[in-house]
């Protein structure tokens, strides 16, 4: 599975940036064509210091390629676009493969 990791920033108001998340940029993600898995990782603190995100959002698609015409369809132009109403932490957006491991691998 590929994924792509939103890494949102502190925002300026961590309770209007959740509401907004909750209320309109999470439904737009749904709508995401090829979309097989969405988490929200919720960043509650670092092992050491403090963390500069404040959410990590992590969107799973079957292929590279399915995931790029996501990203290309109507509905991942207007979930790009809607960053600039709501993320004033800023965003990183990256790609990677999403792995589970056995908890007894060594």
Known sequence: MIGLLVLFGKPLDAAEFDRYFEQEHF?????????????VNRVVGAVEGVSGFHMVLQLGFDSA??????????????MARDYSNFASGGTELLICHLETSPMNAH
């Open 27 to 39: 439904p737009l993600a749904a709508l995401l064509p090829g979309l097989q898995d969405i988490r």
């Open 65 to 78: 390629e399915e995931l790029q015409n996501s990203l290309n369809s109507s509905a991942g132009q207007a």
